[in-house]
């Protein structure tokens, strides 16, 4: 996994400077979020380690399957990394490439995981207290865990909020041993 994010790393920093200097980070992201669900299907990925295969035959079958308004730089991006042996790793180039697109935009990732689904309201209320609490906006992505027994866990970057049962009995199991 770590030599998958090194192999992805310049990549998605060429597809980001490219979409920032095309002013197309939206589309840019939503096309390689396409193409990196289509990279990591099964069958997809046989067809791509195919040694009979040839690369243009895979930039085009990727790009049928992706769907329809692809750039020419994206094409071309995606002709590259099929030369360069590396749709196995669209991904982590999506991934990264999110990564820089929200880190220009002053948007991190959270993600929060409940006891019990969340409903709108609720959702809503936490992720504005998120905001205002990392001053900035939020893109919240939610996880049931029963496990959790009851309240919520959030990370936020490398920061972790535990306000869930199951968090708090590990605290005072932790308070009654010392």
């Given at each position: 996994?770590?030599?998958?994010?090194?192999?992805?790393?310049?990549?998605?920093?060429?597809?980001?400077?490219?979409?920032?200097?095309a002013n197309q980070l939206d589309a840019?992201?939503?096309?390689?979020?396409?193409?990196?669900?289509?990279?990591?299907?099964?069958?997809?990925?046989?067809v791509v380690d195919n040694p009979n295969v040839s690369t243009a035959a895979v930039s085009k079958l990727l790009l049928d399957v992706a769907g329809q308004g692809?750039?020419?730089?994206?094409?071309?991006?995606?002709?590259?990394l099929a030369e360069n042996d590396r749709i196995a790793v669209l991904p982590e180039i999506?991934?990264?490439?999110?990564?820089?697109?929200?880190?220009?935009?002053?948007?991190?990732?959270?993600?929060?995981?409940?006891?019990?689904?969340?409903?709108?309201?609720?959702?809503?209320?936490l992720v504005?207290?998120?905001?205002?609490?990392?001053?900035?906006?939020?893109?919240?992505t939610v996880k049931i865990d029963p496990e959790l027994i009851g309240g919520v866990r959030i990370a936020v970057g490398d920061q972790v909020i535990d306000a869930s049962v199951r968090g708090k009995l590990a605290q005072m199991a932790i308070a009654l041993k010392n």
């Amino acid at each position: 996994m770590a030599e998958n994010v090194t192999l992805a790393r310049p990549y998605a920093e060429a597809a980001f400077q490219i979409a920032q200097a095309a002013n197309q980070l939206d589309a840019w992201s939503d096309v390689l979020g396409r193409l990196a669900a289509v990279a990591a299907d099964a069958e997809m990925q046989a067809v791509v380690d195919n040694p009979n295969v040839s690369t243009a035959a895979v930039s085009k079958l990727l790009l049928d399957v992706a769907g329809q308004g692809f750039s020419a730089d994206q094409k071309n991006f995606l002709q590259l990394l099929a030369e360069n042996d590396r749709i196995a790793v669209l991904p982590e180039i999506r991934d990264l490439y999110n990564d820089l697109k929200h880190g220009v935009e002053g948007v991190k990732e959270a993600l929060i995981e409940s006891a019990y689904p969340l409903d709108n309201a609720p959702l809503g209320s936490l992720v504005t207290d998120l905001e205002r609490r990392f001053k900035c906006r939020i893109q919240a992505t939610v996880k049931i865990d029963p496990e959790l027994i009851g309240g919520v866990r959030i990370a936020v970057g490398d920061q972790v909020i535990d306000a869930s049962v199951r968090g708090k009995l590990a605290q005072m199991a932790i308070a009654l041993k010392n």
